[in-house]
């Protein structure tokens, strides 16, 4: 049973930081690609950021370019996202999710059919 569990969410003025944990239970995971997505409030759930379990191969949507980083524990399962500048419109419960990497790169790494695992998400609130 693969397991997915995110951590590290919480309520952050805007301008602030915060940074997300993604535990993984796949192994090895070469052959997974680990993505971040988000869910506000009356909307639909859209993809943030991919890496990839192989090479490190990292992908971004245009929302989290420039100010979110993922990046993988090479020791161990975990991948981070690194969120600087938070704006109010990035509040959201943000999932982690694991998929095949073929499937990720020939499907897309923003598509939430590429991915076969997901966690509960965590909640991120951007307020002052």
């Known amino acids: 049973q693969v397991q997915v569990v995110e951590s590290g969410g919480g309520l952050v003025q805007p301008g602030g930081s915060l940074r997300l944990a993604c535990a993984v239970s796949?192994?090895?995971?070469?052959?997974?690609?680990i993505g971040w997505f988000r869910q506000a409030p009356g909307k639909g759930r859209e993809g943030v950021a991919c890496i990839s379990g192989r090479d490190g191969t990292t992908y971004y949507a245009d929302s989290a370019k420039g100010r979110f980083t993922i990046s993988r524990d090479n020791n161990g399962n975990t991948v981070y996202l690194q969120m600087n500048s938070l704006k109010p419109e990035d509040t959201a419960v943000y999932y982690c999710a694991t998929g095949e990497l073929q499937t990720v790169l020939v499907v897309g790494p923003f598509y939430q059919h590429s991915y076969d695992y997901w966690g509960q998400g965590t909640q991120v609130t951007v307020a002052s």
């Open positions: 796949v192994l090895p995971l070469d052959y997974y690609a």
